[in-house]
């Protein structure tokens, strides 16, 4: 696609390849999915010039190989009922910020800190500690 590319689906969406899948934007990427996402092939190759928006139901991606998601701009990944990752190794890479939500819970890192918001945190197993900080509501 030469510039920017949006994808609604109503309901599930099945992308299945005996070798690799690819898709490349010239500009931002959205997609919209109202059920199931399910990809299934050797490679996933998925990139843009800009943002990077993906919503669904939930997500199912199963690679024999490799997937990579790549963005010039801002990548967000978002399934209402569940994303299912399941690999060898996964890295996830940001310049400048990464965050992770789950319910009221925020981790936050960035090149200099690493930030930790939730009501309980559970250091069972840690066997040493250099610094704690606590800071109250």
């Known amino acids: 696609v030469v510039g920017s590319s949006t994808v609604k689906v109503s309901a599930a969406l099945c992308l299945t390849s005996g070798g690799s899948f690819s898709s490349t934007s010239g500009a931002g990427r959205d997609q919209k999915v109202g059920a199931l996402k399910l990809i299934k092939?050797?490679?996933?190759?998925?990139?843009?010039k800009a943002a990077y928006t993906e919503n669904g139901a939930a997500e199912s991606v199963k690679c024999g190989g490799s997937r990579v998601?790549?963005?010039t701009g801002a990548v967000t990944l978002s399934a209402g009922g569940g994303m299912s990752v399941k690999a060898k190794g996964v890295n996830l890479e940001a310049r400048s910020r990464l965050v992770v939500i789950a319910g009221g819970c925020m981790i936050t890192l960035t090149p200099s800190s690493v930030t930790v918001k939730a009501a309980k945190i559970d250091l069972t197993g840690a066997k040493g500690l250099n610094?704690?900080?606590h800071k109250g509501n």
Do not use: E, G, P, T
């Open 69 to 71: 998601d790549a963005a």
């Open 131 to 133: 610094q704690i900080m």
């Open 41 to 48: 092939a050797k490679q996933v190759s998925i990139s843009c």
